[in-house]
């Protein structure tokens, strides 16, 4: 569904992509883990269009979306919920929830993706006429999610939704992750805490100074020693 081909990212001097090769299929949840600073934010950024590759290239579906426009690329289904997940703060939920439906024409079809966002987070609906900032970070999390899920995507794109949050609310929402992937939606994890990543993943990648150096299913990253020792903690 989705592929890098050695996709190269500057920030001026700073290399933070260094040839980023992966491949997401559809149906699928797969995950990105490594350091700070690894490149993992950048990697999200590229594919989006925040920031632009100055080599390589990255195609959805087979087609390449490596210099489309960002509006163009969440038109194909592609939706990013940001780190620090930047929700609309001075507005409410039910008008968070509508910008992310901002560039569909299918009424219908949206009032539908509203009842199904409340039915996976019961407390949004509660809070639908509350403005974003009053709620807590677990709650702005299921309101960035719930946003990205208004643009109706195919492929949703996360970075480090399990930031900041109590182990507790990171299980909930990665538990509606699992149900929001087993209603069609194809999902790409960036996370430090990578060992919920891989259970909740079926492939991860490991992303060191800008570049793959190991990528299989979670399973056997979870189960090989040097990923446990370097990025699980574990012995
Ligand atoms: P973290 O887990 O800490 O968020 P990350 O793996 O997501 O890290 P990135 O945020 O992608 O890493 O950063 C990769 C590199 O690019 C880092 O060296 C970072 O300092 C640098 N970088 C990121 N954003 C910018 C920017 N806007 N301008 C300059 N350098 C940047």
């Known amino acids: 569904m989705l592929r890098l081909e050695n996709v190269h990212a500057h920030y001026g001097k700073i290399r933070a992509l260094n040839g980023v090769g992966l491949e997401v299929e559809e149906g699928r949840i797969a995950t990105l883990i490594g350091a700070n600073g690894a490149g993992k934010s950048t990697t999200l950024k590229t594919i989006v269009g925040w920031t632009r590759a100055n080599q390589g290239s990255i195609s959805l579906n087979g087609e390449d979306i490596t210099r489309l426009a960002t509006h ?9 919920v940001p780190e620090g997940r930047e929700v609309f703060g001075d507005m409410t939920v039910m008008e968070n929830l509508e910008m992310g439906a901002f560039l569909r024409r299918d009424a219908a079809a949206v009032k539908q993706d509203a009842v199904r966002v409340f039915e996976l987070f019961p407390i949004l609906a509660e809070r639908r006429r509350q403005k974003a900032k009053s709620l807590s970070g677990g709650e702005q999390q299921m309101l960035a999610i719930s946003r990205a899920l208004m643009t109706d995507p195919k492929l949703m794109l996360l970075d480090e939704p399990s930031l900041g949050l109590a182990p507790k609310l990171v299980k ?9 992937n087993r209603q069609g939606v194809t999902l790409f ?4 805490n990578a060992l919920m990543a891989l259970k909740l993943a079926q492939r991860g990648h490991v ?26 903690g574990l012995d």
């Open 72 to 80: 163009k690329i969440v038109a194909r289904g592609v939706a990013l």
């Open 172 to 180: 909930a929402i990665f538990d509606t992750l699992r149900e929001i």
């Open 189 to 192: 994890l960036v996370e430090q």
């Open 207 to 232: 992303l060191v100074k800008g570049a793959i150096t190991a990528c299989n299913d979670s399973q056997v990253l979870l189960s090989d020693e040097s990923i446990r020792r370097t990025y699980l």
